[in-house]
C-alpha cells in the first residue's frame, strides 16, 4: 500500500532563508510526484509536477527533485519570503489505468519578516 | 476566466438533511474529483468522474453521492447516512495531456453540521 509522508509537519524560518521540505513514498511504482501549495481556507495551487522518468523540476525559486529508486522527493525553496506561508502538499500518482493521487499531510510553513 | 468554481464557501446542515455542493468547470477538463480535507488527515478521495455519465467510489464513498450529467459540472450530495460530514470538501479536474496530468482545485467547501 502506497503511502506518502512529509517532513518536517511544521517549519517556521525567517525571511531570506533557503529551505528544503521533505516528501518520502514507501512504493516507486509511480506515474508522477507533485507539489502543491495551500493557502488556509482556499484550494490548492500546483507547483511542480515530476515524470517518474524525470530526476528534478523548477519553476523560479522552487526546485523539486525526485529519486524514485529511494522513494524520495526534496521541494527547495530559495530565498523565502513571506508570502511564501502556506501548507505545502506533496502527492503521488500511483502508476497503472487507475491514476489516483495519494496524498501526504503536509508541511506547514511559515516564513517571519 | 477560466477555473473551477464551487459554492457555496459555506454550507450549514441539519441532521437528517441532505445537502447538495456544487462544482463547475470551464476548462474543458474530462476528469473531475471530489475530496474531503480533515485536520491532521491527508485528502481522502470520495468519487471521481473520468468521463460524463460515469463516475467510480473512491476510498470514502459511503454517505455521499455525485451525478455526472454534463461535462462542467460535477456536483456532490452529502445524504443523512454520512455521520461526520463536517470537512472542508474539495473539488478538482484533471485532462491528461501527454505524460503530464495535473489536478486543478477550487476554492473549496466548508460544512458545517447544526
Known amino acids: 500500500k502506497q503511502e506518502v509522508t512529509q517532513i518536517p509537519a511544521a517549519l517556521s524560518v525567517p525571511e531570506g532563508e533557503n529551505l528544503v521540505l521533505n516528501c518520502s513514498f514507501t512504493d516507486s511504482a509511480i506515474y508522477n510526484l507533485q507539489w502543491f501549495r495551500q493557502d488556509p481556507g482556499k484550494g490548492l495551487t500546483s507547483l511542480l509536477l515530476i515524470q517518474s522518468s524525470q530526476r528534478e523540476q523548477t519553476s523560479g525559486r522552487l526546485n523539486a527533485s525526485l529519486d524514485k529508486s529511494s522513494g524520495r522527493s526534496t521541494l527547495y525553496i530559495a530565498a523565502s519570503q513571506p508570502g511564501d506561508s502556506a501548507t505545502y502538499l506533496c502527492?503521488?500518482?500511483?502508476?497503472?489505468?487507475?491514476?489516483?493521487?495519494?496524498w501526504g499531510l503536509g508541511t506547514s510553513l511559515a516564513v517571519n519578516p | 476566466d477560466g477555473g473551477i468554481t464551487q459554492s457555496p464557501k459555506y454550507l450549514f446542515r441539519k441532521e437528517g438533511q441532505n445537502v447538495t455542493l456544487s462544482c463547475e468547470q470551464n476548462l474543458n477538463h474530462d476528469a473531475m474529483y471530489w475530496y474531503r480535507q480533515d485536520p491532521g488527515q491527508g485528502l481522502r478521495l470520495i468519487y471521481y468522474s473520468q468521463i460524463v455519465n460515469d463516475f467510480q467510489k473512491g476510498d470514502i464513498a459511503e454517505g455521499y453521492s455525485v451525478s455526472r450529467e454534463k461535462k462542467e459540472s460535477f456536483p456532490l450530495t452529502v445524504t443523512s447516512a454520512q455521520k461526520n460530514p463536517t470537512a472542508f470538501y474539495l473539488c478538482?479536474?484533471?485532462?491528461?495531456?501527454?505524460?503530464?496530468?495535473?489536478?486543478?482545485f477550487g476554492p473549496g467547501t466548508r460544512l458545517l453540521v447544526l
Open positions: 502527492a503521488v500518482t500511483r502508476a497503472g489505468n487507475n491514476r489516483k493521487l495519494i
Open positions: 478538482a479536474s484533471s485532462i491528461r495531456s501527454g505524460t503530464q496530468e495535473t489536478q486543478y
